[in-house]
């Protein structure tokens, strides 16, 4: 179940064809509606288990599956958050009930387990996010025609995701700034958001701010590319999610 369709629909389908995708109204909107939504889906289906990726907003849909008797009900986090976080408030109210209807936990990191499940923490299964690493991996060939078919040289450093506060992208350029000044680098960032006006102050070294980014091809444009980037950068605001980046990182071999 999830809130509109998007290009993981059809892939979804590809790896299971007998898979169905319910769209819900999305809580943070409707959150009534989202609880009846769901209620309905889980109550005409007879769900063994319901795995809820939600992080605080599991608080609603474990209620729901829980309402209609679905006896596995797992809550599954995939960040923390702070004082500085969007929506601070609710997510500091909602946080005691997120697991509150859950009969199992996972996290994406000891820490995030440890923000949002308080003294259940050591109950979750820390369950890094899977990857395909195979699809990352590239040859000493491949690396220099990438590398000369985008014109870089030097070292080239990637960043990928969300151009947001949690990614704490005015650190990294300003350090990428000073490093530039005593050495040939480029750094490449792949990806887009409210924070891109963060990024556009840069003036000095060289910066590829990846205007080409495509929501529908995140994969694919990642994939691509891959052979041209022998360091990754991670820099977080304090979120929960660096240690299961990094074995994110480690696991498609950047």
């Given amino acids: 179940m999830t809130y509109a369709p998007s290009v993981f ?8 064809p007998d898979a169905r995708v319910y769209y819900i109204s999305p809580f ?8 009846f939504d769901l209620e309905k889906v889980c109550g005409a289906n007879d769900y063994d288990a319901v795995h809820s990726h939600l992080t605080t907003l ?9 309402h209609v008797g679905v006896p596995v009900r ?4 995939h960040s923390a958050f702070n004082k500085k976080s969007e929506h601070y408030l609710a997510k500091s109210f909602l946080r005691p009930f997120a697991a509150e209807h859950a009969t199992h936990l996972m ?23 899977a990857i395909e690493a195979e699809k990352f991996y590239s040859s ?3 690396y220099s025609a990438a590398r000369k078919k985008l014109g870089l040289d030097g070292k080239v450093i990637l960043f990928v995701g969300r151009f ?4 704490n992208l005015p650190f990294l350029v300003r350090a990428f700034a000073a490093a530039a000044e005593n050495e040939n680098m480029t750094l490449v960032l792949l ?26 091809q995140p994969r694919r444009l990642v994939q691509s590319s891959r052979p041209v980037l022998p360091a990754f950068a991670l820099r977080g605001a304090g979120y929960g999610g660096d240690r299961g980046t990094g074995g994110r990182v480690k696991m498609s071999a950047l």
């Avoid at 947001?164 to 990614?167: A, E, I, R, S, T």
């Avoid at 990806?191 to 495509?214: K, L, M, N, V, W």
Wanted: charged share 30%.
């Fill in 9 to 16: 629909d059809e892939r979804v389908k590809e790896i299971d």
């Fill in 28 to 35: 943070q909107k409707n959150f009534l509606k989202a609880l």
């Fill in 58 to 66: 599991s608080a609603f849909a474990l209620t729901s599956a829980a």
């Fill in 74 to 77: 797992i809550c599954h986090v």
């Fill in 107 to 129: 996290a994406c990191s000891r820490h995030a387990a440890d923000n949002i499940f308080g003294k259940r923490a050591k109950e979750a299964i820390i369950l890094p996010d």
């Fill in 140 to 142: 000493a060939e491949e």
């Fill in 164 to 167: 947001v506060y949690q990614k």
């Fill in 191 to 216: 990806g887009d958001g409210e924070a891109r006006h963060a990024i556009h102050f840069f003036r000095t070294g060289r910066c590829r701010q990846g205007e080409d980014y495509s929501p529908l």
